[in-house]
């Protein structure tokens, strides 16, 4: 089994902004992620009939069926706040979905990757298999799922200095000493389905991605 990219990576965007994806204002979806690099889990089968033909060399051989599974999401659990120096926690984000099929999930809201296996190619013990995942979608705003996103929930400055800053709406304000770009963390594991006589006895490929 071969995994690509063979270590995880910030994943790059088609659009204008390809270190990431817009968030979209209000109910507007023209803001869209859509991964330009290459993700793919390939099964090698090279057993082809030898000798007497007893098993695995007598030819009849097939693919058990590459797979990727999103297994962990996460966003930033916690940063300091730069105008009370004090540590918020973020939330929002929803379950892994943890699949052992092809299909498509949600990373984050109206993101999602789409796990495709293509048609195995082996015969006579030879041939492969390849899976692949991509991911789009345009990104919803982060008021709507990232709590706390608003500084609503606490008071603010009377002259409105720290307006935008006292909680997690000032993440991104690198000039107030927010931490910068907001990142979704996700863990992709690679793996072969179970062979017809028990499971597969490789060990998985996890690698973590950034959006």
Same mark, same amino acid.
């Given at each position: ?18 270190? #990431?994806?817009?968030?979209?204002? #209000? +109910? ?10 290459? $993700? ?9 009939? =030898?000798?007497?033909? +007893?098993?695995? !060399? ?24 730069? =105008? ?5 926690? /973020?939330?929002? $984000?929803?379950?892994? =979905? ?28 030879? #041939? =492969?298999?390849?899976?692949? +995942? ?30 935008? /800053?006292?909680?997690?709406?000032? !993440? ?11 990142? $979704? ?6 793996? /072969? ?13 996890? /690698?973590?991605?950034?959006?």
């Amino acid at each position: 089994m071969v995994a690509v990219p063979a270590a995880g990576l910030t994943l790059t965007n088609a659009g204008a902004k390809t270190a #990431g994806g817009m968030e979209n204002i #209000g +109910a507007a979806t023209s803001s869209t992620f859509t991964m330009t690099d290459i $993700i793919t889990c390939t099964e090698t089968v090279s057993v082809p009939y =030898a000798g007497l033909g +007893a098993p695995p !060399y007598d030819g009849l051989e097939t693919a058990a069926g590459p797979m990727i599974s999103i297994t962990n999401i996460s966003i930033p659990s916690s940063w300091t706040v730069p =105008a009370t120096s004090k540590s918020e926690s /973020l939330s929002g $984000i929803g379950s892994a =979905a943890n699949n052992t099929s092809a299909g498509t999930f949600t990373i984050f809201p109206n993101v999602k990757i789409t796990v495709t296996q293509g048609a195995s190619t082996v015969s006579g013990g030879v #041939g =492969a298999q390849v899976t692949t +995942a991509t991911i789009t979608g345009p990104v919803t705003e982060l008021d709507d799922w990232v709590v706390p996103w608003s500084p609503v929930d606490s008071t603010p400055n009377f002259d409105g200095s720290d307006f935008g /800053l006292a909680r997690s709406s000032g !993440y991104g304000n690198t000039a107030k000493g927010g931490p910068g770009i907001f990142y $979704i963390t996700f863990t992709l594991k690679f793996f /072969l389905a179970a062979f017809s006589d028990g499971p597969w006895p490789g060990s998985p490929t996890e /690698l973590d991605f950034k959006i």
